[in-house]
């Protein structure tokens, strides 16, 4: 089944404490991002990867990274996580050809105390 | 002001009703538009993708875009308690950065 996957589900983490959400897509799409989705602000872009090695700064970057040392992974990492990185995240990917839609993966609920 | 406005409801209507759902956005320079459903706790699913001005139909949903008024609609005839969800409008302002409205939240009373 084509898929984009993420783990953990649900977090819940302290102020400061490095942490790291993984993706996964296995439909071999070069094109990977990652979004916030918020209340009022709907889904905003954090970071977007066209293929392994390249990776770009979406909307809302700070506070975050991420790397693309495979095709099908992109990992977002929070090294300091803040309270106002408590949000629902959600992964995406698709082909690079322009206009593709993207598909997204369950979501992860990352609330940071 | 944002770049994609979409009234984000809540709309509630009985079941059997036809619903309207709308965008509007900015930048004229916006294209590819599309129309995802997000059921509570899920990650959005495409529904409608629409690249051209016009109407694009798909069972009981239809797209429509209007480029010269900046302006897009999603109809969803003969509505399913099942099409309660949230729907998202999302378009590119380039190739690779896609941005979305607010989502309205839709409930279809039995």
């Known amino acids: 089944e084509a898929q984009v996957t993420q783990n953990p589900r649900y977090l819940i983490t302290v102020t400061g404490k490095k942490l790291t959400v993984t993706c996964s897509q296995n439909?071999?799409?070069?094109?990977m991002s990652w979004y916030r989705q918020d209340p009022g602000l709907g889904l905003r872009q954090i970071y977007y990867?066209?293929?392994?090695?390249?990776?770009d700064k979406g909307d809302v970057p700070e506070g975050y990274k991420v790397s693309r040392k495979e095709k099908r992974n992109f990992p977002l990492i929070l090294e300091s996580p803040s309270p106002n990185q408590t949000s629902l995240y959600f992964c995406?990917?698709?082909?690079?050809?322009?206009?593709?839609?993207?598909?997204f993966g369950p979501g992860t609920r990352l609330l940071v105390l | 002001q944002k770049e994609v406005e979409q009234d984000p409801g809540p709309l509630s209507v009985p079941e059997g009703a036809i619903v309207s759902l709308n965008c509007t956005y900015s930048?004229?320079?916006?294209?590819?538009f599309m129309w995802y459903r997000q059921y509570s706790r899920k990650g959005p699913e495409l529904l409608m993708y629409?690249?051209?001005?016009g109407n694009k139909e798909d069972g009981r949903f239809t797209a429509q875009v209007d480029k010269s008024s900046k302006y897009i609609s999603l109809f969803i005839r003969d509505s399913q308690p099942s099409d309660s969800a949230t729907y998202l409008c999302?378009?590119?302002?380039?190739?690779?950065?896609?941005?979305f409205g607010q989502g309205t939240r839709l409930t279809i009373n039995p």
């Open positions: 990867s066209m293929n392994v090695e390249v990776t």
């Open positions: 439909m071999n799409h070069e094109y």
């Open positions: 995406a990917s698709s082909s690079p050809l322009a206009g593709e839609p993207q598909y």
């Open positions: 930048n004229s320079a916006f294209q590819y």
């Open positions: 629409t690249y051209s001005s």
């Open positions: 999302a378009m590119f302002r380039t190739p690779q950065k896609l941005v």
